[in-house]
């Protein structure tokens, strides 16, 4: 006997603990609050997620990661000026409303909330991370190619440094959670690419 069939799709509870886990941290987070958030039973949570809350929040960081990137990597491509597809990924944070910059990036907020007590989750985020570093570089090595990067700086130090932007807008959004003030340090923050 297999017990009763699962009646909830994984990608749409785990988006949902993902945006739970992004608002609370994954320390303030409890089953119980996964399970009001996600709408399903505690049996059916612990046969979905034998690993309980630490492998749905691996999984959550996982899809975000995943939806992120893939996001990210299909636009790039389809762009004809990568430099500036870079210019508009950073701009468009200006468009979110105050709550989501209080929210910060979950990645990074994942990074500084575990870094001293779940290394492997960290490492997750870690990875995202680098694989935003990754796409920034292709990018940026694109745009060398087709003479759109003026800059001289190497595209391997450039990638590093708006990912260390993108990590401390993640921070900044919170503190100055207005489009203005934002549009403001991002512009200054894009003179590296000049």
């Given at each position: ?15 949902k603990a993902a945006d739970l886990f992004w608002r609370q941290g994954y320390e303030a987070t409890s089953t119980e609050d996964l399970l009001a ?33 893939a996001r990210f990597k299909k636009e790039l491509d389809k762009t004809e000026d990568p430099i500036e597809y870079i210019r508009q990924f950073f ?104």
């Amino acid at each position: 006997m297999s017990g009763r069939p699962k009646i909830f799709d994984d990608q749409e509870v785990i988006g949902k603990a993902a945006d739970l886990f992004w608002r609370q941290g994954y320390e303030a987070t409890s089953t119980e609050d996964l399970l009001a958030e996600m709408g399903i039973g505690k049996g059916s949570f612990y046969l979905a997620f034998k690993g309980g809350k630490k492998e749905l929040f691996e999984k959550a960081l996982a899809q975000h990661s995943e939806n992120a990137i893939a996001r990210f990597k299909k636009e790039l491509d389809k762009t004809e000026d990568p430099i500036e597809y870079i210019r508009q990924f950073f701009r468009r944070i200006t468009e979110s409303p105050k709550k989501i910059h209080q929210r910060g990036c979950i990645m990074g907020n994942a990074i500084a909330e575990l870094s001293n007590t779940e290394i492997l989750l960290m490492k997750r985020a870690v990875h995202h991370l680098q694989d935003l570093e990754g796409l920034f570089l292709k990018a940026l090595l694109r745009g060398k190619e087709q003479g759109k990067l003026t800059s001289k700086l190497e595209p391997a130090l450039l990638a590093r440094l708006l990912l260390n932007n993108w990590n401390g807008l993640g921070i900044t959004r919170r503190i100055y959670p207005d489009n203005e003030s934002l549009a403001a340090i991002i512009e200054t923050q894009l003179k590296i690419l000049d």
